[in-house]
């Protein structure tokens, strides 16, 4: 069956509308505008637009967070107006389908033509072989977000190429500034004076590692499974006591550390995984040593990470409750200190990640493609929300290996607190 009609509510609109009324338990909240040029909903604000009947298939196929993901990284579906705001509104107003609705979009798919296979899964969608968490497979993992591009990521990031939360100590702060006041931070927590080994798991491009070396004269081993960052981390290294390691955190032998770091590593351990990670980290360091984790957490009652960040961005990874989180570190010997919750800091350093990504999509797309950059927009906009709507958190979990007299050695006062 073909259709010419365009128009409001003709055509293929015409069809699909009693799904997304039923989608949405009523009239859908953004305008949908399909492939024939027919519309319906509001047309005020952001328009889903489906390019093809290839973008209905995979929905057919794939109803939730994937087909949705897969139509958009790959153009047969798109937005039109604000992503993120899109994306809210469709959050806020989804529903169930009812079984008048399931039998709506049965009868449109029949008469679309749009019952047959879904298009292939999209050369950006990750493919990881063997058991979870052997060597192999998390460095493939890694490798599959981490080893993207450097050029990308210097793209993306503040210059210092800090790829995680950043702290505003001050709202008039820019990006960088932020990103090394959350290093400093981080410093201060963990107590570092001159001499002092710390050992950074999960060191990324190196900037805590070297603003610890060169603030702070700590002796610094920074660990990584991503060759593409174990280079610049090397490069930006060079002359400071800071040896930057490829190597998986499970074959550190050279204990015991006076503190450990780890900066959103801990995610891609895996549920299983992490008690073996949390006994490394109390292993590790010293005894009245000091351990600080930041890490990206769920709500109660929220999925951790989800379908698209699964497939697309950070294979294998698992977020849980921060209190779960803080329970593995105990039950590792390790005394939780202090919690500090970063979530509304991690919604701004998104914006701004955002606002970079926008402003030099051209240069993006001509390093990685219009796929990976259609990600990584989708990302942004997913996880941005995620976290603006408490979703998603992140926080920074400080913790200390006691003495054989129970002896914690830490102040009686946070001295941490004031720079």
């Not at 319906?40 to 794939?62: C, E, K, S, W, Y």
């Not at 749009?114 to 993992?141: I, K, M, V």
């Amino acid at each position: 069956m073909t259709f010419n009609a365009a128009g409001r509510d003709a055509g293929v609109a015409r069809l699909l509308r009693p799904v997304l009324d039923g989608v949405f338990g009523g009239a859908p909240p953004i305008g949908v505008r399909a492939w024939d040029g027919s519309f319906t909903g509001p047309a005020d604000g952001p328009v889903l637009v489906l390019r093809t009947p290839d973008a209905l298939r995979r929905l057919v196929r794939n109803p939730g967070e994937l087909g949705l993901a897969r139509a958009y990284v790959t153009g047969e579906l798109d937005v039109e107006g604000d992503l993120m705001e899109g994306l809210r509104m469709v959050r806020a107003a989804a529903t169930r389908l009812s079984p008048r609705a399931v039998a709506a979009a049965v009868r449109a798919v029949l008469v679309l033509g749009a019952a047959g296979p879904p298009p292939p899964a999209p050369r950006s969608e990750a493919r990881l072989r063997g058991r979870l968490h052997t060597r192999a497979r998390d460095r493939a993992a890694i490798a599959h977000h981490y080893d993207l591009s450097n050029d990308f990521y210097a793209q993306l990031l503040d210059p210092l190429m800090v790829y995680s939360c950043a702290y505003w100590e001050r709202p008039d702060m820019d990006l960088e500034e932020a990103q090394r006041a959350k290093l400093d931070l981080v410093c201060r927590k963990l107590g570092l004076r001159p001499g002092m080994r710390l050992l950074d798991v999960g060191c990324g491009w190196g900037a805590l590692a070297v603003h610890a070396a060169r603030e702070y004269g700590a002796q610094v081993t920074g660990v990584t499974l991503s060759r593409e960052q174990a280079d610049v981390a090397r490069e930006r290294a060079a002359w400071l006591p800071v040896d930057i390691q490829l190597r998986h955190y499970r074959d550190i032998r050279d204990e015991p550390y006076d503190a450990v770091s780890s900066i959103e590593m801990g995610e891609h351990v895996g549920r299983r995984g992490y008690p073996a990670f949390a006994a490394a980290l109390h292993r590790l360091v010293r005894p009245r040593g000091r351990v600080l984790v930041q890490q990206m957490s769920r709500g109660a009652g929220a999925p951790g990470g989800g379908a698209f960040i699964e497939r697309y961005i950070a294979p294998d990874m698992h977020m849980r409750p921060v209190g779960e989180t803080v329970a593995l570190l105990e039950d590792a010997g390790l005394e939780v200190a202090d919690v500090h919750g970063l979530r509304e800091h991690y919604v701004r350093t998104v914006e701004e990640w955002q606002a970079t990504f926008e402003a030099r999509i051209k240069e993006i797309t001509a390093l990685v493609g219009e796929e990976t950059a259609r990600v990584w927009r989708l990302y942004l906009a997913g996880g941005g929300l995620a976290f603006e709507q408490g979703r998603m958190g992140v926080d920074q979990i400080l913790a200390v290996r006691r003495d054989a007299s129970g002896s914690s050695g830490l102040p009686a006062a946070r001295e941490w607190e004031c720079p």
